[in-house]
Nanobody, 115 residues
C-alpha cells in the first residue's frame, strides 16, 4: 500500500513564502512524475506545476516566476517552494504522484494568504 501525504501549508502574509512537501511512503518500486494541484473554494481543481522523473518541470503561467518544484528521489519526496505569495494563491494544495505505475492523491494541505 502506498500513501502520499502533503505538508507545509499554513497562514502567510502577502509577499511571504511557504514550502510544501509531498512524501510517498510504503513499498515503492518507482517514484515518477508528481503534479501539484490547488483548489480554491468554489473553483475547479487546477494544475499548478509538474515535475517529471528526469527533473524537468512545467508550471502554470500564473506561478511560473514565483513557484519552484524540486524532488529528492532518495526520500520519495517532492517540494513546492512558493515565494511572493498573493491572496489568490489561497487554496488547498494537493499532490498527485505516479508511484508503482499508479496515480495517488494526497489529502491536501491548506495555504491561506491573508494580511
Amino acid at each position: 500500500q502506498v500513501l502520499v501525504v502533503e505538508s507545509g501549508g499554513g497562514l502567510v502574509q502577502p509577499g511571504g513564502s511557504l514550502r510544501l512537501s509531498c512524501v510517498a511512503s510504503g513499498i515503492i518500486f518507482s517514484f515518477e512524475s508528481v503534479a501539484w494541484y490547488r483548489q480554491a473554494p468554489g473553483n475547479e481543481r487546477e494544475l499548478v506545476a509538474t515535475i517529471f522523473t528526469d527533473g524537468r518541470t512545467v508550471y502554470q503561467a500564473a506561478v511560473k516566476s514565483r513557484f519552484t518544484t524540486s524532488r529528492n528521489n532518495a526520500k520519495n519526496t517532492v517540494y513546492l517552494e512558493m515565494n511572493t505569495l498573493k491572496l489568490e494563491d489561497t487554496a488547498v494544495y494537493y499532490c498527485n504522484a505516479y508511484v508503482n505505475k499508479r496515480y495517488y492523491w494526497g489529502q491536501g494541505t491548506q495555504v491561506t494568504v491573508s494580511s
